[in-house]
């Protein structure tokens, strides 16, 4: 991650934090204009239900990542080391699981999915890695990782920007990973996004096409999250000292996609055809609809943004949630961001 730096109040805590917002048949066209981000985005509201709580001695926050597990409600995955279980409703938690390597030290935790049969499979940035859990946090595998995507020495990348975001395409026969920045021989701004394919019987997921994506000049991959179309939601996301962060929400298509895994370096290269992005919205750019910032933001609702998940939506038309990572900050907030995103 680059940006490093039993919760018992929570039913008075969430009407205070949480941004009302009417119910649809309520909603007019004024408030649809005034909850817009952009032609294609819309923010519901938001929640700062869970900033600076705990949960059975666990600190919940550092979230850098979200799931919709097989039950409906919401995994959150912390990047000190713990998945927490949280109501898809009112975000209570109700379970937090301890993770660990092989040998018990903690992770770096930055990347989540929740398989067909339950299982989370957790990105570590350490290595980087990717593991799968049970849901007791067991160790049931571990994937392999290209070597050129491991941290120097042992390969090309820089520490603290390697496998930040992680989802499983519709069908759930490939997994696709996304660096956070570019490795070194690959120009800045480049940065490549993994893949691993389902094959056999066995259930394992095997090393299989990588893909080129161009962020915009700055910023790193936060997160990603495939569409039930195949397409990607990708949220890119940076930090300036004195400004606050830029978080912008892009709509990718790798389908066209150069598969990369055979060229060793991203740099000048002709011929390459890098994953296509079409821009959705500037978070900026929503209403703040009441946030409040505890440091300099060009808009008071953005803090450090680093989860996504989309909790459900049909034809185009999808539900998404983020959630900011607050580094147990006391400048920071633990937000969640509920949208609506015409894809």
Known sequence: ????????????????????????????????????????????????????????????????????????????????????????TTLRPGNAVRLADETGAALDSEGLAVDRDGSRLVTSETEPSVRRYSRDGRILDRLPVPSSLLVAPAGRATANQTLEGLTLLPGGHTLLASMEDAISGDAAGIVRFQTWRRTGDDGHFRLAAQYAYRTDDGLGVAEVQATPDGRLLVLERGFTSGAGNTVRLYLADPRHATDTRGIENLTGRNGVRAIRKTLLTDIASCPSLGATAKQPQPNPLLDNIEGMTITGGARGRLRVVLVSDDNQSAVQTTRFYYLRVRA
């Open 1 to 88: 991650m680059r940006l490093r730096t039993v919760l018992a109040t929570l039913t008075a805590g969430l009407a205070a934090a949480t941004c009302p917002t009417a119910g649809p048949a309520a909603a007019t066209a004024d408030t649809a204009r005034n909850h817009a981000c952009s032609p294609t985005v819309s923010l519901d509201r938001f929640s700062d239900a869970l900033d600076k709580t705990t949960y059975q001695g666990t600190f919940v926050g550092n979230l850098s990542a979200l799931a919709v597990d097989r039950d409906g409600s919401l995994a959150a995955l912390s990047d000190r080391s713990s998945l927490f279980g949280l109501d898809r």
